[in-house]
């Protein structure tokens, strides 16, 4: 990967950390909360991890093949241990789109995770 697209990368990383944190701190009443729901239920009730990365996809144009290969590449020594969600008979495109979807909420949410405890350490609610 080129030093400008990993550049690129690393701010569409910070910049969805930003917004996913803010998003669920005010969508649970404070960090605390919000970090408990993600730790519980990335996907459940106030957290909605992956309709937050499809919305982050399409906002920053990556709901395409060209966009996938970027964070896969940016990505490429992630495992992804759950295919289930991959299903027969997509093209490579969308099969692109859901690998790459799928490790970048994980990494989203590893990140939002550290984000909402540094929060709490410096006196966050």
Partial sequence: MNPHEQQYFNLLLAMAVDRFS???IQRNEGVQKALERLRTNPHGEGIWLNEFVDAFFRDALLDNPAGSC??????ANQRIND?????????????????AKKTFAA?????????????LAFGGD
């Avoid at 970027?70 to 990505?75: E, N, R, S, Y």
């Fill in 83 to 99: 295919f289930s969600n991959i299903v027969e008979g997509v093209t490579i495109g969308e099969m692109l789109q859901e690998m």
């Fill in 70 to 75: 970027l964070i896969l590449q940016a990505l």
């Fill in 22 to 24: 803010e998003r669920i």
């Fill in 107 to 119: 990494l989203l949410h590893r990140k939002t995770e550290e984000a909402l405890e540094q929060a």
